[in-house]
């Protein structure tokens, strides 16, 4: 049984470009989050998505975007780029009929030069 | 709106001692996580605690909850060089769509 897969794993990109990161939860999960956790410090809600619509927002700006799928998978998309987003994006998989554990993928490390 | 504090935010003791971190919340909680993050690495689940009195073990490592106190405590038991982590609590709220917050994490360093 997969667990919380994320890809990819790292990826460098410019001020200014455009990302989307990807993710796909544990098999029988349907609610997915995403968090960003820069160095040093606990990792900040983003948003999440259950039934392919954002339930819920951190405080996070517009350019901070996502989707989720009719398989669960999901996507965040980050716009405009800032040296600011530098950060390990981490994908959160959970369901209410499954438990009450979440289960964190491996991330993806975005360095934003 | 929900605050999760966690002290000490740096720990560094002596293999074998036994230490306790502490995790405290603002508002009215069901759910309560402990994880262990190990540097570059993603989280891992220790525990989840749904009940006022919870408490749950796991080899050298117990966690409690108390949510009239609005706390939670990880204790360490006779503390071994491999449990030298980031531990972080996260607080989930009473309604169902309630974000789960972080503590900013508290970095154990187990000397030998």
């Known amino acids: 049984d997969a667990g919380v897969t994320q890809s990819p794993t790292h990826l460098i990109k410019t001020r200014g470009q455009q990302v989307t990161l990807r993710c796909s939860p544990k098999?029988?999960?349907?609610?997915v989050s995403w968090y960003q956790q820069a160095l040093g410090q606990g990792p900040q809600f983003i948003f999440q998505y259950y039934e392919e619509e954002e339930r819920q927002r951190g405080n996070f700006p517009d350019r901070f975007s996502g989707h989720q799928f009719p398989n669960y998978s999901s996507e965040l998309n980050v716009n405009a780029l800032l040296l600011g987003d530098s950060a390990l994006y981490l994908c959160a998989s959970s369901s209410e009929g499954a438990g009450n554990t979440i289960y964190f993928g491996e991330g993806s490390w975005l360095t934003v030069v | 709106e929900l605050k999760v504090e966690q002290n000490p935010l740096f720990l560094s003791m002596q293999e074998g001692k036994n230490y306790t971190i502490y995790c405290n919340y603002s508002t009215t909680s069901d759910r309560l996580y402990w994880y262990r993050q190990d540097p570059g690495k993603s989280l891992e689940s220790l525990f989840v605690l749904l009940s006022n009195g919870a408490v749950k073990q796991e080899g050298r490592l117990m966690a409690s909850l108390d949510t009239k106190a609005r706390l939670s405590t990880l204790h360490i038991t006779a503390a071994v060089h491999d449990l030298s982590a980031t531990y972080f609590c996260?607080?989930?709220?009473?309604?169902?769509?309630?974000?789960?917050?972080f503590g900013k994490g508290t970095r154990l360093h187990i000397l030998p």
């Open positions: 098999s029988g999960h349907d609610t």
């Open positions: 996260a607080v989930k709220g009473m309604n169902r769509d309630d974000k789960i917050i």
